[in-house]
């Protein structure tokens, strides 16, 4: 979509792995995320995700925003080599009413983030993926077909 397309580069994987940390209230949307990510029943195991250690390189961190910026969830990119990336959880919309306030939705914001971490770019609005834009388009809060279909292409 708009010229970008799915990367290795632009990700937080190193050497084939995602070490992660958490400050994050909604560590069971984070846990969900890397779940339906990270599964050999899907074959989406060629990625590592675990918990950084003391001997690791920490690739992303889950963090808690408050901000009207229109967004559940955001992925910040920082590319540098041992830095960190971060995953952004906006409690301003997941802690408010209506239906953005819900597991379902926490779930969803961050696959989508997760995916991103993962290297995958926005898909347009005519592919059934958890990676459109506008993620009340999405049939699902976990990977589809489609976006399965992607990780393999980019990962293997």
């Not at 949307?29 to 195991?45: C, D, E, F, I, K």
């Not at 910026?69 to 802690?95: Q, S, V």
Request: aromatic residues 12%; proline residues 2%; hydrophobic residues 30%.
């Amino acid at each position: 979509m708009n010229g970008k397309k799915d990367s290795t580069a632009l990700s937080s994987v190193d050497d084939r792995e995602i070490r992660w940390t958490e400050a994050t209230k909604y560590d069971e949307a984070r846990s969900w995320a890397q779940s339906r990510w990270y599964t050999s029943n899907n074959g989406l195991n060629k990625v590592k995700v675990a918990p950084d250690e003391a001997l690791t390189s920490n690739d992303l961190h889950w963090k808690d925003k408050k901000t009207a910026d229109g967004a559940l969830a955001t992925w910040e990119r920082h590319g540098n080599i041992g830095a960190t990336d971060y995953i952004y959880l906006n409690k301003h919309y997941l802690d408010g009413r209506g239906d953005w306030a819900s597991d379902y939705w926490r779930r969803a914001a961050a696959a989508h983030e997760f995916g991103h971490a993962l290297g995958f770019c926005h898909k347009g609005q005519d592919k059934k993926s958890l990676m459109t834009p506008n993620m009340s388009e999405v049939a699902s809060n976990q990977p589809t077909d489609y976006d399965r279909d992607a990780y393999h292409r980019l990962w293997g």
